[in-house]
């Protein structure tokens, strides 16, 4: 199984507030896991990704953070968010396969007012 | 940018007709795959082509890659309404990271 739990679906939090989105996923043990933003009608950006527990990388100088506590979960955070991480927040894992195909998430709708 | 880059940004074509979009790419690669994703939700993955490819075909889809000139196609044939959608090129920029392009928006009216 390659499925991957991502909540909530949607989130409206005021600017400021702390963030917390939580990914878990299901299938082989230490698969790669990622964290991409979307904005509105644009393409994927990619944040953070891991490749094992507490083995975590991050992409571009921003607001957010990302844990790894567990094998299969992948946290993204924020302690004070801002109107700039407004966005669609998607969570994926690689194949096991050398080819890396992305399994993603439903993904989290992120509104900060 | 080190993003592929798809174009047209969008498209709007009849049911029945072809939809072919295009990814271009910098760098090179081991192989490029194509997602499609429909409106608020996640992406799914369609169809990899290695780049010792040149053509590869998944029932309706057909994708070409041409590596002299960093360049990848998706044709979707006899398109359906449930086709509107979409669509993402991807390659790796290193082991590890999958960058996409902007995508494709796709619209097909019945």
């Known amino acids: 199984s390659q499925t991957i739990h991502q909540w909530p679906a949607t989130l409206v939090q005021p600017v400021g507030s702390p963030l917390s989105l939580e990914c878990t996923v299901e299938g082989t043990s230490n698969p790669n896991l990622y964290w991409y933003r979307q904005a509105a009608g644009r393409g994927l950006q990619l944040l953070f990704y891991s490749i094992g527990i507490d083995q975590i990388s991050s992409e571009v100088p921003q607001n957010l953070s990302a844990s790894r506590p567990q094998d299969r979960q992948f946290i993204l955070s924020s302690k004070k968010l801002l109107l700039s991480d407004s966005g669609f927040y998607l969570c994926?894992?690689?194949?096991?396969?050398?080819?890396?195909?992305?399994?993603f998430g439903s993904g989290t709708q992120l509104s900060v007012l | 940018s080190q993003q592929g880059e798809e174009d047209p940004q969008a498209l709007s074509i009849q049911e029945g007709e072809n939809a072919t979009m295009n990814c271009s790419y910098k760098?090179?690669?081991?192989?490029l795959q194509w997602y499609r994703q429909n409106s608020g939700r996640g992406l799914v993955h369609l169809i990899l082509?290695?780049?010792?490819?040149r053509e590869k075909h998944s029932g309706r889809l057909r994708v070409t890659l041409d590596t002299s000139k960093k360049s990848s196609s998706l044709l979707i044939t006899a398109s359906r309404a449930a086709d509107t959608a979409s669509y993402f090129c991807a390659r790796h920029q290193g082991a590890q990271k999958l960058v996409f392009g902007q995508g494709t928006r796709l619209t097909i009216n019945p």
């Open positions: 082509i290695r780049s010792n490819e």
């Open positions: 760098t090179s690669i081991n192989n």
């Open positions: 994926a894992r690689a194949s096991t396969t050398t080819e890396g195909k992305l399994f």
